[in-house]
């Protein structure tokens, strides 16, 4: 059944004239007809009584009319609602990303999101683990990544972590700071996802990158908890500074091998591939984008 054909049905059916709804559309009253003889066709039924002077509805067309009239009203209500919802983006959008992402850059972001756009709300869920966009019904996701593998997901870097090697005063005071990179096989070190106790770390110094192996006794896998364990005093760590971070100021951590430097990550902002993203889902994808690169 020709959607048009039962438009042109119902503004017959209410002018009660082919040639009246023949000049409204600027077209032959014989195109009107052809339409109609159509729809008639594809229903299988009469629609209008017709005589030299007037045409009216059949107790068929009269029940057709009914329906057809109200669900066109439906699609035209449904295409203004798209039109608004287009122009004034609104409903829920859910982000993943890691609980220790950054010192609150990321936080301040969905503030002034929240200002911008208040019809758009945001629900976040803080996690370590891999989430499943599609499955989990995600929106967008967060995620710390050397370098993400092909996937049917879209992901837009937002920027590139710089990471240090520190230690508290009081550790630096009982074991001395590490003068080399091999030094470090010497110091007790907080592994982040060790294998067997040993780590890897990347270092890239005045003589290039190369990697040493580190051990420690104490082992985690949140970098925040991980920062509180070198604050402590239970070795030398890794201080991650996320995109959009401010420089640490923090006078209980002491930079140990300030030459070298940590290969860092990246942080991605993910989207799945869909070919049309939800308006509400693409102001907020370009809101992060744009505070990112802003920074």
Wanted: net charge positive; aromatic share 6%; hydrophobic share 45%.
């Amino acid at each position: 059944m020709n959607l048009s054909h039962v438009e042109t049905f119902v503004r017959v059916a209410e002018a009660r004239s082919f040639s009246e709804v023949a000049r409204s559309l600027a077209v032959p009253t014989s195109s009107i007809s052809r339409m109609i003889a159509h729809l008639e066709r594809d229903l299988g039924a009469k629609l209008f009584e017709r005589t030299t002077r007037r045409i009216a509805l059949t107790a068929v067309g009269r029940a057709f009319y009914e329906h057809a009239s109200r669900a066109l009203g439906e699609l035209s209500e449904g295409e203004r609602r798209v039109t608004e919802l287009q122009r004034d983006p609104r409903g829920e959008v859910r982000i993943t990303a890691p609980g220790d992402l950054d010192d609150g850059f990321f936080a301040r972001c969905l503030a002034d999101l929240a200002i911008a756009h208040p019809r758009i709300r945001v629900t976040c869920s803080l996690s370590s683990r891999y989430v499943d966009l599609v499955g989990e019904r995600f929106d967008l996701a967060l995620r710390v990544s050397y370098g993400l593998p092909d996937s049917s997901l879209v992901a837009r870097p937002l920027g590139r972590y710089r990471a240090w090697l520190v230690a508290s005063p009081d550790y630096v005071a009982r074991r001395g700071a590490p003068e080399r990179p091999e030094d470090l096989a010497r110091h007790e070190v907080v592994l982040m996802a060790p294998r067997d106790g040993v780590s890897r770390l990347p270092l890239i110094g005045p003589g290039g990158e190369h990697e040493v192996d580190v051990r420690g006794r104490v082992a985690c896998d949140d970098l925040r908890f991980a920062r509180d364990l070198v604050i402590a005093g239970a070795g030398i760590g890794v201080l991650a500074i996320a995109p959009g971070a401010r420089e640490p100021a923090d006078a209980r951590l002491v930079r140990v091998l300030p030459d070298h430097e940590l290969r860092a990550p990246a942080l991605y902002l993910v989207t799945t591939s869909a070919k049309r993203v939800p308006t509400r889902v693409a102001v907020v994808r370009d809101f992060l984008v744009s505070a990112y690169a802003a920074v």
